[in-house]
């Protein structure tokens, strides 16, 4: 009596090679983020024990500087806690991408992604909103621009061209990265959705 022969074994799917580029975008990202998140829970136990949001706002009442200070700044002060509670939920949003992107997992780059061009929008929106805090504090400190010293307008003229290009060239490079991320190559490395 024969043995069966055995088919032989189906030849097994290699996975793609991992490339450098990932691991290090992975990496860099799950080691900023994890320093957000840390950071973020120490300045909250400092906000909470000295209760710093209240004694800034009563030293802006105190030195009248809530009469000088720009709504908008106004406005951060007052709400420190909230801001510093918003980037520390970024922090963690961020590792547990990054974490998803290091291990190829499709959301974690289609997370990334997500992440890269949101910042990107939130910087320029950010340098937008910088440039009329400026504005504001140029008009409240001089009442009418043209009696400013030129050299004063020409300094913030320099910081807003300053401020657009660095945003500008931060979006470019996200994009880049967003874009680069998303090549077949890159696509290849993580498992299907």
Do not use: C
Not at 52 to 76: I, R
Not at 115 to 133: H, K, N, Q, T
Request: aromatic share 8%; proline share 7%; hydrophobic share 55%.
């Amino acid at each position: 009596m024969s043995v069966p022969s055995m088919p032989p074994p189906l030849p097994s799917a290699r996975p793609a090679p991992r490339s450098m580029f990932v691991n290090v975008m992975a990496w860099l990202s799950l080691a900023l983020g994890l320093l957000g998140v840390i950071s973020g829970l120490l300045q909250a136990a400092v906000f909470a024990s000295l209760d710093l949001g209240n004694q800034l706002a009563a030293g802006l009442e105190q030195g009248g500087a809530q009469a000088l200070l720009p709504p908008q700044l106004l406005w951060v002060f007052q709400h420190l806690q909230l801001i510093n509670g918003l980037s520390t939920l970024a922090a963690l949003v961020t590792t547990v991408v990054s974490w998803g992107l290091w291990q190829r997992r499709e959301w974690g780059r289609v997370g990334f992604i997500a992440l890269l061009l949101l910042s990107a929008a939130l910087g320029i929106a950010f340098s937008v909103w910088m440039a009329g805090v400026m504005d504001t504090l140029l008009k409240q400190a001089a009442g009418d621009p043209a009696l400013v010293d030129p050299m004063v307008g020409q300094m913030l003229a320099m910081y807003k061209t300053t401020l657009y290009v660095g945003s500008l060239v931060i979006a470019l490079l996200h994009g880049g990265l967003a874009w680069k991320l998303h090549t077949p190559e890159i696509r290849a490395e993580f498992e299907p959705a």
